[in-house]
């Protein structure tokens, strides 16, 4: 049959002529994915146990969650239904979770959004960033926009009249106008035979009447049912999807899980429209620190050796040491993510969920038949006894939470409450174009001066690295700390230094006395955090962190240390500068300047009295240590007569400093031309030094200004408020154009507060 349609070339398909040709099959080798070439003569990699949609070890295509996973479910306003939906969450690794009728809503650490009723709910899990929410809250329905594609959870009461569900409808229609790619899922309580319902009511029309202007299409397929009551069963929880998002939904169904609800839960994935056909090609390089081997681990280290040479070749030996010494004592970690069951379950919850599926598929299937009402019985028994063991599972939990807390008070019960205050968790954006636009926007490009040419002079004496300033900066390692962009944690590296401490003073005296921090050392991997309250899609949203190698650190913190014994002797710092200084705090800039006020407003008013007006206006740079300048930097290193050696090292350490970061497109690099990356160790005092001419600027009348970090408060004292407001203004005139020379290009200044 197939030769003859080829042959014939076309058919007729109602009234349109459609083309006819061969299909041509294209050579696929199931050994590299590549295409071209047969297994038995590829040459490439092996990536026969890597799941084909994720490219990642350990599972397969079939189990593999690494696209989004959507449930859609009604809850029928169940406590246990709710509670078991938390362990099916955990279960399926569900992202996104469409909900009506749910029982109560969600307080933080959850991201919940609910609607004005209370009777529909999008519940976010696993830090996923909500990057659009309605500005205004709607009845009976909610949206949000996560991953780029606008998610509907709508609620439909059947006491609705047919003009309150057209209106509602002309309201979910309105709402969703040019929000592209769509999702609406819904429990619209409407009946027609084209989902698989035994009858058409009239609500159903009306539905499909409006949602067609939204060019929505419909995923309900089979008529496997949603709701399952004691009179019956039918299917009125809907999926709706935008058209051009109906080819990237995968594996649509209705769950057979049991969920204690009436209805059943209908979960599907959405494939990442960025997501290639190829295998992703960045492997995990992190270890997980829990399997480590520490006695094999320092058998490695001890056993290697590290040859004399450059800076750069000597680190990079160092570091092919330590990796291989993880790879012989450490797992790779998972790059997927690890989600616990609810603190409640057990073992008996779950058997109790099987008898529960079990008993009402027999009391579904004995529907008509005279034992009916016996399995009917069986069935409320079974709910009843999962429902009481939920509640006494929770009980106990409570109580031993409760006794943990005057056992161990900075332990769980501290964590769960500071959960609860810091609010929802969200991930990290990965869309490419606001992340780039983040980058851009918080790096600034800015153009550097003439490089600092300070070449070694004939017996110049370069103090060697001691054991004392090693092992200092070994005890300030956080072994619980994220690693760099080697993915080595940090108890590798306080092993590694007590095995072979003579190995890392070599290395870290080379680079000094040559005066070269190693290139690999200053790639940093770009963290951005959500600031609370700023909408997720604009880049000033987001604080920058940057997560340095602990090696490139350790190297850091021993500069640091040189440098403080010239910043901290007398002539170094200026005394009013309160942040990142060994014994100065915020408080202590606080009582600075109260205790200024305090003695302006001493004494009496009138005539020949001593009390006067005090002004309190404090100061904000906005972005300020990212955009601080290198050439500033280190003139100010040189004004506090820094040894030449360390200049030479500092200067390198700026150099060619590269960033790291990811987007649905893959890792990207950003050339990093000024800053004091957030993150490291150097980055605060090398704020400071260049700061302290703003500290140091010289005014008339009674001003000073006390400084935490690049917070500025600026007190000016007069006898006369308007010579005090008067002295304010030339303050501020003055301090911008201050700041104006130490930073042209990012000059914004914001003031905070202001106060006399």
């Known amino acids: 049959m197939a030769a003859r349609a080829l042959k014939l070339g076309h058919t007729r398909i109602g009234w349109v002529n459609c083309r006819i040709r061969d299909r041509e099959e294209a050579a696929r080798c199931y050994r590299c994915w590549s295409p071209g070439h047969v297994a038995a003569r590829c040459r490439g990699p092996d990536r026969t146990e890597l799941c084909h949609r994720c490219g990642q070890k350990g599972h397969q295509a079939k189990d593999c969650k690494g696209q989004p996973a959507i449930l859609q479910l009604n809850l029928n306003y169940c406590e246990t239904a709710q509670d078991l939906l938390c362990d099916t ?139 399952n009551g004691r009179q019956g069963s039918s299917v009125v929880d809907l999926t709706f999807v935008s058209e051009s998002l ?96 609810v603190y409640w379950w057990t073992a008996e919850i779950a058997d109790l969920r099987r008898s529960c599926l079990r008993a009402r598929r027999l009391f579904q299937r004995s529907r008509g038949r005279q034992d009916q009402e016996a399995y009917g019985a069986n069935y409320a028994s079974a709910r009843h006894l999962l429902r009481a063991a939920i509640k006494t599972s929770k009980r106990r939990c409570w109580r031993q939470l409760c006794d943990e807390v005057d056992s161990d008070i ?77 993915g080595v944690p940090n108890v590798a590296f306080k ?94 800039a606080i009582e600075d300047v109260i205790s200024t006020a305090r003695r302006a407003i001493a ?32 003139a100010a290193l040189g004004r506090l007569l820094v040894p030449e050696y360390l200049l030479r090292i500092i200067s390198s350490y700026f150099s060619a400093r590269v960033l790291d970061f990811t987007t649905d497109e893959g890792p990207e690099s950003y050339e990093v031309t000024a800053g004091v990356p957030q993150g490291s160790v150097l980055g605060p005092i090398l704020w400071n030094v260049m700061y302290d001419a703003i500290l140091r600027l010289n005014f008339d009348g009674d001003v000073r200004i006390v400084g935490f970090a690049d917070d500025i408060a600026v007190v000016a004292v007069a006898k006369h408020l308007k010579v005090t407001v008067d002295t304010e203004g030339n303050v501020m005139a003055k301090k911008t154009r201050a700041h104006a020379l130490l930073n042209p290009v ?9 106060l006399i």
């Open 89 to 227: 969450i955990s279960r399926l690794r569900i992202d996104v979770a469409i909900l009506c009728e749910q029982y109560k809503n969600l307080a933080p650490p959850n991201t919940w959004l609910v609607d004005a009723d209370g009777q529909a709910a999008i519940w976010v899990q696993g830090g996923t960033p909500v990057q659009e929410r309605p500005a205004r809250i709607h009845p009976y329905f909610t949206w949000a926009r996560i991953g780029g594609i606008f998610f509907f959870s709508v609620y439909a009461p059947p006491r609705l009249s047919g003009i309150e569900f057209s209106a509602l409808l002309a309201n979910i229609t309105e709402e969703a106008r040019g929000k592209r790619p769509l999702v609406i899922a819904a429990d619209f309580n409407a009946w027609s035979t084209e989902w698989g319902c035994r009858a058409t009511r009239p609500w159903a029309p009306i539905l499909l009447d409006s949602l067609a202007l939204l060019d929505a299409v419909l995923l309900n397929t089979g008529v496997v049912p949603t709701f």
């Open 246 to 341: 109906a080819p990237r939904v995968l594996s649509w169904t209705v769950s057979g899980s049991y969920t204690h609800s009436d209805h059943q839960a209908i979960v599907f994935e959405i494939e990442d429209a960025g997501t290639s056909t190829r295998p992703s090609m960045r492997q995990s390089c992190r270890w997980n620190a829990r399997t480590l081997d520490a006695d094999r681990f320092s058998a490695v280290v001890s056993g290697a050796s590290v040859a004399p040479g450059t800076a750069e070749d000597m680190a990079s030996s160092l570091m092919d040491v330590i990796t291989g010494a993880c790879d012989a004592s450490m797992t790779k970690a998972n790059p997927r993510r690890r989600r616990e069951p």
């Open 410 to 486: 900075w332990g769980r019960p501290y964590r769960i409450a500071m959960s609860r205050l810091r609010g929802p968790q969200t991930g990290q954006p990965s869309s490419p174009l606001l992340v780039r636009g983040a980058v851009a926007a918080l790096f600034p490009r800015v153009p550097s001066g003439p490089a600092l040419q300070l070449p070694r002079r004939a017996g110049e004496l370069v103090p060697a690295v001691t054991l004392e300033e090693l092992k200092g900066a070994q005890s300030r390692i956080r072994e619980r700390s994220a690693p760099g962009p080697d």
């Open 495 to 588: 092993l590694a230094i007590a095995a072979r401490p003579d190995v890392f003073l070599r290395v870290y005296t080379t680079c000094l006395e040559t005066g070269v921090f190693p290139s690999g050392w200053k790639r940093q991997r770009l963290v951005l955090l959500p600031k609370p309250g700023k909408p997720p899609d604009e880049p000033s949203s987001y604080r920058p962190l940057c997560m340095l190698d602990t090696a490139g650190k350790i190297l850091e913190r021993i500069i640091c240390g040189r440098l403080e014994a010239f910043t901290e002797r007398p002539g170094g710092l200026s005394e009013r500068q309160y942040g990142f200084r060994k014994g100065r705090s915020t408080i202590d």
């Open 603 to 634: 004494g009496k008013r009138w005539y020949r009295g001593t009390k006067k007006y005090c002004a309190v206006v404090t100061l904000d740079v906005r972005n300020a240590f990212n955009s601080a300048r290198w050439d500033n930097i280190l």
């Open 746 to 754: 990012t000059l914004n200044i914001s003031y905070k507060g202001r």
